[in-house]
């Protein structure tokens, strides 16, 4: 059976090295993106010049109807997803929760709960037994932010991933006899760009003294944790969320 991977987010950033770490390793991927076609297109160029498949598709998912086409472009282009990564999310300008209106909240939790809600119930649909799939695979991309709050920062994208977390364990539990395994990968302190998003781009270098491993982490580290997880070694492992981060 063709191994199909939907990498939500995929432009850049983890997403990115999942997507192409994922070709390198057999599956056909879809490199999904928001607002980036350039760098997305330069990762389905990546991926086909090492010998690999994979697309891109523009979709929104944090909105219902954009996230139902993503994974019709796919059924269509590719074939049946396999494995789906959630990785897409957003964080705004560091500001106290005092500082912060209901719509910033709003828009946080839009992208980075019920997006995630939308496109796991997509690929359910599709994977599970229970509907006629043939099983599959979720993983869950949060943040070590949802163990440590990012007090004077941004308690609600925190927040945020501290709700995909839950949402991991009880999905995992929900489809677990329709062979489907969910699972999650906690990032902590990564160069990547999601950190000037916060307005502060050199945020890892600051904090890196921090973490016991004294330095920040490299996308590849995460990519790695998230594709085992994907693959038969990791066969009984559901609801299980492994914390990339150093340490902290």
């Not at 057999?26 to 607002?35: D, F, L, P, R, T």
């Not at 709050?149 to 949402?167: C, H, I, L, N």
């Not at 969910?182 to 990564?190: E, F, K, L, M, S």
Request: net charge neutral; glycine share 12%; charged share 20%.
């Amino acid at each position: 059976m063709k191994e199909v991977m939907i990498v939500t987010g995929a432009s850049r950033g983890i997403g990115a090295a999942i997507a192409k770490m994922a070709a390198a390793r057999g599956y056909a991927v879809c490199v999904n993106y928001k607002s980036r076609r350039d760098a997305a297109e330069q990762v389905v160029t990546q991926i086909r010049a090492a010998g690999g498949e994979a697309i891109a598709v523009r979709a929104d998912v944090s909105q219902e109807g954009e996230t139902v086409r993503l994974f019709e472009t796919v059924d269509q282009e590719l074939g049946t997803v396999t494995a789906l990564v959630i990785n897409a999310g957003i964080l705004e300008t560091q500001m106290r929760v005092d500082e912060m209106d209901a719509a910033r909240v709003a828009r946080i939790m839009q992208a980075n709960v019920v997006g995630p809600f939308i496109c796991a119930r997509e690929a359910v649909r599709r994977m599970s037994t229970r509907s006629g799939g043939h099983g599959g695979v979720i993983v869950n991309i949060s943040s070590a932010a949802a163990r440590l709050g990012s007090p004077g920062e941004y308690v609600d994208y925190a927040a945020s991933k501290g709700a995909m977390d839950t949402m991991t364990i009880g999905l995992a539990k929900e489809v677990a006899a329709e062979g489907i395994r969910v699972n999650g990968v906690r990032p902590g302190v990564i160069y990547t760009e999601i950190h000037a998003s916060g307005g502060e781009p050199a945020r890892v270098d600051r904090v890196a003294a921090k973490v016991p491993m004294g330095r920040g982490g490299q996308v590849d580290e995460v990519a790695a944790a998230v594709l085992w997880l994907c693959a038969d070694e990791a066969s009984y492992a559901t609801g299980a969320i492994i914390d990339v981060a150093g340490g902290i």
